[in-house]
C-alpha cells in the first residue's frame, strides 16, 4: 500500500483552466518528486524538492507549471492553463535523501483528463 | 536522445517460463539501477534494484544481470506468474544527479 498519497486520483478540465493536485509525503521522507507519465507509459520528470527547497527542475518556459512543497502542508502542482496535451498521470514520489541508492516511493497519482 | 532504452515494448510468457526484460543506456555516469514495476492504476513499486559495482543481484525468483562495459542489464523473473503481469520500468540514477530517469517500460503478460 502506497504511503504517499495524491489527491484527487482523477481530474478533470476544460483547456484554459486551472488544475491543483496534491502530495503527501511519507513521513520523514524530505524529498518529493514530480514526474509526468503520458498514455505511452514516457516518464517526464518535472521538479523535485529537499523540504522546501528546489532541488531540479524542467524549464518550465511556459510558466504554465508551477510547484510548492510548503512546510507542514501537502506539496501541490498546479497548471495554470490547461491544454489537452497536458492530459496524463501526474505522479508525485518522496525517498529518504539524494543519494543514488535511494529508492522512490510512489503514490498511486493523479490522472488528468483535458478536454 | 533515448538515455535509456528498454528493447521491448512489450513481451509475453507462458506461467512458469523465464521472462527477459533488456535495459540499455547511454550514460556512464548511471551507478544505480533500479527496476520498478507498476500494475494498472497505480504508481510504480521498486521491484529490485543493483549498483554498478556488482554484475548480479537476486531476490527470489528476480534477478539483475548487469554488463558496465556493454552498458546494458536485463531483468530475469523466473517462474513467471500471472500476478507478474506489469510494466516495468528500468530507471537508472547517477550519484552526481539525483534524477532517476525511466526507459519507456516493457509491458510483460503471463498466461496461465
Known amino acids: 500500500n502506497s504511503k504517499v498519497i495524491q489527491t484527487p486520483r482523477y481530474l478533470v478540465k476544460g483547456q484554459g483552466q486551472k488544475a491543483k493536485m496534491r502530495c503527501i509525503p511519507e513521513?520523514?521522507?524530505?524529498?518529493v518528486f514530480w514526474y509526468q507519465q503520458n498514455k505511452n507509459n514516457e516518464f517526464k520528470f518535472l521538479i523535485n524538492f529537499q523540504n522546501q527547497e528546489v532541488l531540479q527542475q524542467i524549464d518550465m518556459t511556459e510558466k504554465r507549471f508551477s510547484a510548492e512543497c510548503p512546510s507542514n502542508s501537502p506539496c501541490s502542482l498546479e497548471i495554470q492553463s490547461s491544454e489537452a496535451g497536458d492530459s496524463a498521470l501526474y505522479l508525485c514520489a518522496s525517498s529518504l535523501g539524494q543519494g543514488a541508492n535511494e529508492r522512490l516511493f510512489f503514490g498511486h497519482g493523479t490522472k488528468l483528463s483535458v478536454l | 536522445q533515448q538515455q535509456v532504452r528498454q528493447s521491448s515494448q512489450s513481451l509475453t510468457v507462458w506461467e512458469g517460463e523465464t521472462a527477459i526484460l533488456n535495459c540499455s543506456y547511454e550514460n556512464s555516469a548511471f551507478d544505480y539501477f533500479p527496476w520498478y514495476q507498476q500494475f494498472p492504476g497505480e504508481g510504480p513499486a521498486l521491484l529490485i534494484a543493483?549498483?554498478?559495482?556488482?554484475d548480479k543481484k537476486e531476490d527470489g525468483r528476480f534477478t539483475i544481470f548487469f554488463n558496465k562495459r556493454e552498458k546494458n542489464l536485463s531483468l530475469h523473473i523466473k517462474d513467471s506468474q500471472p500476478g507478474d503481469s506489469a510494466t516495468y520500468f528500468c530507471a537508472p540514477t547517477s550519484g552526481g544527479n539525483y534524477k532517476p530517469t525511466f526507459g519507456k517500460g516493457t509491458s510483460l503478460v503471463v498466461h496461465p
Open positions: 513521513k520523514g521522507h524530505p524529498v
Open positions: 543493483i549498483r554498478s559495482v556488482s
